[in-house]
């Protein structure tokens, strides 16, 4: 059993900064990378972000968040942050974690488990 729980949403000013935070629990050893997903207002497609493969020392990231977000996961392999900076409106999402098996993936298909998701709001 895998159990994956976020935190740290919230809103904030357009150029504002937050800090997401997934805590993993259960059988650490069912995936090899966690990642970010959002979750935009008024779609159905979950867009990957931002993935870490802690087993690879890999990080990627979406071009719409490269160099403003940033991913980092502890040791053990329990939980991963997501740092995001500089935000906009159109960061507006509702984000969630995923852990797979899959390397280097933003794809949704590729993760398997999911956390509930948490709320950012980017106001201008």
């Known amino acids: 059993q895998v159990q994956l729980v976020e935190s740290g949403g919230g809103s904030v000013q357009v150029g504002g900064s937050l800090r997401l935070s997934c805590a993993a629990s259960?059988?650490?050893?069912?995936?090899?990378?966690m990642a970010w997903f959002r979750k935009l207002p008024g779609t159905a497609e979950r867009e990957g972000i931002a993935v870490i493969c802690s087993s690879l020392r890999s990080t990627y990231y979406a071009d719409s968040v490269s160099g403003r977000f940033t991913i980092s996961q502890n040791n053990p392999k329990n939980t991963v942050y997501l740092q995001m900076n500089s935000l906009k409106p159109e960061d507006t999402a509702m984000y969630y974690c995923?852990?797979?098996?899959?390397?280097?993936?933003?794809?949704?298909?590729?993760?398997?488990?999911w956390g509930q998701g948490t709320q950012v709001t980017v106001s201008s």
């Open positions: 259960g059988d650490t050893g069912s995936w090899l990378c």
């Open positions: 995923a852990a797979g098996r899959v390397l280097v993936s933003l794809k949704s298909q590729h993760y398997a488990y």
